[in-house]
Every structure is written in structure tokens, then in C-alpha cells.
């Protein structure tokens, strides 16, 4: 995304000669305001758009990237030792939303910083795909599980609640993907960009 906004990544070599500066962003976008989103607006400055602000949304969103393995793992260790109770899934709950939404925000940020630099890649679209296949997965399985412990999900002649819930969870997710997120995605990952680099690269070689 940097490449498609103009900000160049240095490398290690020529951050000596750039005040161990990571990245370079062009003079046209320094300075530029980044408005705060909701809820962080709250309680945070808005941002102007520099070295610094860029390494902490950058910072934001990679985060979930080490705390997601760290609390599987966790989890993982809770299931064995058969000490998964309530206050952890509650408590793993909510530290995960918690860097999910950090992690979203940030990205929503630095897409409304760039909006008109990324309009032609459909950045939005690409974001909203994505995270949308996550978003109804995650939360389903969630209000699933609450209406499971609540019975209304409940267990029938051949199967358990849990195996209820799980059958109810893998049939909306097919519905989702087949009649929604499909159609979506053909046109927030058109195939129309690949096929002229190939004619490109067939002209080349022809020559």
C-alpha cells in the first residue's frame, strides 16, 4: 500500500545517510491531516500525516499479527490442561477485539489519509471483502455460542448444542460466501489488471 500512495521504504544501507529514517514520504503528502476515527477521537489528537504517524498506524496494525498467535497458543495450553472456563474465553474475547479494532482503525485511517491516491486500486473494497468474510464469521460464532449457553440453540435426537451451533455457523458461511462475498469479490479483485500485464509480457517476448 505504501508503493500505491508514493511512500518509499529505506533500506538499512540508507538510513545512515537519512537520519535513521524508516521510510521516505513525498513533500506533496507531509503534513497531511489524518482525522481521528471514533471512539480514539475521544481521547486522542488528530494526527498530520510524518514519519511518526505513519510508524505508529503502521505499529497498530501489526500488532494483531503477534498478540493472535501468542493467544492461540494460550488457548491452546488452556484447552489441554482442561482450564478453559468462562473468565478466559470472555477475557481472550475481549484482548483480541481489542486489537482488532486498533488494527482496523489504523487501516481505516491511513485509507481515508490516501483515499483519492488508492480510488483506482479499490483499496475499500478489497479492505471490506476481506474483513467482512472475518466479520460475520467471528461474530456469528459468537452470538451462536450465546444462544447456545442461553438453550436457544439446544441439542436434538442425533446431535449435541455444540454440534448444532457448528452445523448452523458452516451453513451461513457457505450462504455468505456463494450469494454474497463471491460476487463481491469478482469485482474488488478483477482479473482485467493480470490480463494486460500478460499481454505485456507476450509483446515482449515476441520482440
Given at each position: 500500500?505504501y508503493?500505491m500512495?508514493?511512500?518509499?521504504?529505506?533500506s538499512?544501507?540508507?538510513?545512515?545517510?537519512?537520519d535513521?529514517?524508516?521510510?521516505?514520504?513525498?513533500?506533496?503528502?507531509?503534513?497531511?491531516?489524518?482525522?481521528?476515527?471514533?471512539?480514539?477521537?475521544?481521547?486522542?489528537?488528530?494526527f498530520?500525516l510524518?514519519?511518526?504517524?505513519?510508524?505508529?498506524?503502521?505499529?497498530?496494525?501489526?500488532?494483531?499479527v503477534y498478540?493472535?498467535?501468542?493467544?492461540?497458543?494460550?488457548?491452546?495450553?488452556?484447552?489441554?490442561?482442561?482450564?478453559?472456563?468462562?473468565?478466559?474465553?470472555?477475557?481472550?474475547?475481549?484482548?483480541?477485539?481489542?486489537?482488532?479494532?486498533?488494527?482496523?482503525?489504523?487501516?481505516?485511517m491511513?485509507?481515508?489519509?490516501?483515499?483519492?491516491?488508492?480510488a483506482?486500486?479499490?483499496?475499500?473494497?478489497?479492505?471490506?471483502?476481506?474483513?467482512?468474510?472475518?466479520?460475520?464469521?467471528?461474530?456469528?460464532?459468537?452470538?451462536?455460542?450465546?444462544?447456545?449457553?442461553?438453550?436457544?440453540?439446544?441439542?436434538?435426537?442425533?446431535?449435541?448444542?455444540?454440534?448444532?451451533?457448528?452445523a448452523?455457523?458452516?451453513?451461513?458461511?457457505?450462504i455468505e460466501?456463494?450469494?454474497?462475498?463471491?460476487?463481491?469479490?469478482?469485482?474488488?479483485?478483477?482479473?482485467?489488471?493480470?490480463?494486460?500485464?500478460?499481454?505485456?509480457?507476450?509483446?515482449?517476448?515476441?520482440?
Amino acid at each position: 500500500m505504501y508503493s500505491m500512495v508514493g511512500i518509499e521504504e529505506i533500506s538499512n544501507d540508507k538510513k545512515k545517510t537519512d537520519d535513521n529514517a524508516s521510510i521516505k514520504i513525498p513533500k506533496k503528502i507531509q503534513g497531511r491531516h489524518i482525522h481521528q476515527t471514533f471512539p480514539l477521537n475521544y481521547f486522542m489528537k488528530d494526527f498530520e500525516l510524518d514519519v511518526k504517524t505513519i510508524n505508529t498506524l503502521q505499529f497498530w496494525t501489526t500488532q494483531f499479527v503477534y498478540i493472535r498467535p501468542v493467544i492461540s497458543i494460550f488457548c491452546l495450553y488452556l484447552c489441554i490442561t482442561d482450564k478453559y472456563t468462562n473468565f478466559w474465553y470472555w477475557t481472550i474475547t475481549i484482548i483480541l477485539n481489542l486489537s482488532i479494532t486498533l488494527a482496523v482503525t489504523a487501516l481505516i485511517m491511513f485509507y481515508h489519509a490516501f483515499e483519492h491516491e488508492l480510488a483506482e486500486h479499490r483499496a475499500l473494497a478489497k479492505f471490506l471483502c476481506i474483513k467482512g468474510v472475518v466479520f460475520f464469521a467471528f461474530w456469528q460464532g459468537i452470538i451462536l455460542q450465546v444462544l447456545e449457553h442461553y438453550e436457544i440453540v439446544h441439542a436434538d435426537r442425533w446431535y449435541t448444542e455444540e454440534q448444532v451451533a457448528e452445523a448452523i455457523q458452516n451453513l451461513l458461511v457457505c450462504i455468505e460466501m456463494g450469494l454474497l462475498f463471491a460476487p463481491v469479490h469478482s469485482y474488488a479483485f478483477p482479473y482485467s489488471p493480470y490480463e494486460e500485464q500478460k499481454k505485456k509480457n507476450d509483446k515482449k517476448k515476441d520482440k
